[in-house]
């Protein structure tokens, strides 16, 4: 004999009450199975410290990424390779020209994006650098790169 018993498909949220000076310890394990242990308060304080994060992260990968995706795209013959990195405590959008001699109309538009992204409420979180160079291999180009953290924007021909 068959039920209708509804099933629940959704788990209900675990509560923690910092205020109610919870004596139990918490223990959240990622994906990497890095095991974090503390108690309600540190893993609440954690958890507040780490929404600025999570809203830089979300700006850059759904906002600023595609957005400088599709500036290059519009230039495409006039880009040999993009990066973004971190230098001196911010991102660097680096654009390696594809011609050795000055490109002003390349530089002029690299400007206005630079202008456009600072310019943006979306992108509260990015303070950005841009930097453009004659074309070098990418190799030299990984001089003005931090090796920690390094984004390529790959050429679609």
């Not at 540190?42 to 700006?59: K, S, V, W």
């Not at 390349?106 to 074309?135: F, N, Q, S, Y």
Request: glycine letters at 4%; proline letters at 6%; charged letters at 30%.
């Amino acid at each position: 004999m068959a039920t209708n018993m509804p099933t629940k498909t959704k788990f209900d949220p675990i509560r923690l009450d910092y205020h109610a000076a919870d004596p139990r310890e918490v223990v959240v394990t990622p994906k990497d199975n890095d095991r974090f242990v503390g108690s309600v308060k540190e893993i609440a304080t954690a958890c507040h410290a780490g929404i600025p994060l999570i809203e830089f992260t979300n700006q850059l990968e759904k906002t600023l990424v595609p957005k400088l995706a599709e500036w290059l795209a519009e230039r495409g013959d006039k880009v040999h390779s993009a990066f973004i990195s971190v230098r001196e405590g911010r991102l660097l959008f680096l654009v390696i020209q594809c011609g050795a001699a000055y490109d002003r109309e390349l530089t002029d538009a690299l400007t206005k994006i630079d202008i456009e992204i600072a310019r943006d409420a979306d992108l509260d979180m990015i303070r950005l650098e841009v930097m453009a160079l004659p074309c070098v291999p990418d190799e030299d180009a990984y001089s003005f790169l931090d090796p920690q953290f390094i984004m390529v924007f790959k050429r679609v021909e």
